[in-house]
């Protein structure tokens, strides 16, 4: 079971901006892909680059599988990052503008039905999160930002981004965040204990109460994949 939420940040609402992050969930008979884009709020056509961004990981991941779970992870790196540099510089030629005013950073997983493997890419500021024997874990940490975020369009992206396979034998689910909503889930460097709770329990209907409620700064997005 797939579940996905996304919120408009206080500093874009009280300026009547638009919320700049974007979830695409894809599905065949043996991959489940969800990818998560968090647009750069300085390009000028962010939102528009994380939603081509998400499509993009997503369908790849869906539509090539089998190839990216078994293919070296540098590889896949760079077959992701092109992939969607191509779809983006599509999208400024046809409007005439720069790439680059298509920022994001991108956070993606891939999950084998069959072999029940998890395959996680990321790309930014954004984290990836599972739920293991009533515990939670970090799959992905964010990348280190103090001089400035890592994104889709960033020069030699690829030193930057991170690759994971993971075995869910015992995994209840995982969850990917954009920085704007993981921020606000932890204290320093360790989760809430309200929301520890809520990841453990799966109650993603609670998490999104939550969030909801810390009048975020930022965008905040989530989404959620529940293996069983």
Sequence with gaps: ??????????????????????????????????????GISACRRARAGAEIASEAMSNLLAERGKYLLDFPRQGVVEVAISHILNKLQRQADQE???????????????????????????????????????????????????????????RNAGRMAKVKVAETDRMGSVLLCSDGAWRQMFDRNRLKPAVSSLLVNHDWKGLETYLSRQQCPDDYSFAALDFN
């Design 96 to 154: 005439t503008g720069a790439v680059e005013d298509y920022s994001s950073t991108v956070t993606g997983v891939l999950f084998d039905r069959q072999e029940r493997r998890l395959l996680c890419f990321n790309l930014g500021d954004g984290m990836i999160l599972a739920q293991t024997g009533g515990q939670s874990q970090i799959l992905s940490m964010p990348s280190d930002s103090f001089s400035g975020c890592c994104a889709t369009t960033t």
């Design 1 to 38: 079971m797939i579940c996905k939420y996304s919120g408009i940040g206080t500093r874009h609402a009280t300026c009547g901006g638009e919320n700049e992050d974007a979830i695409c969930t894809r599905e065949n008979d043996r991959y489940t892909a969800i990818s998560l884009a968090d």
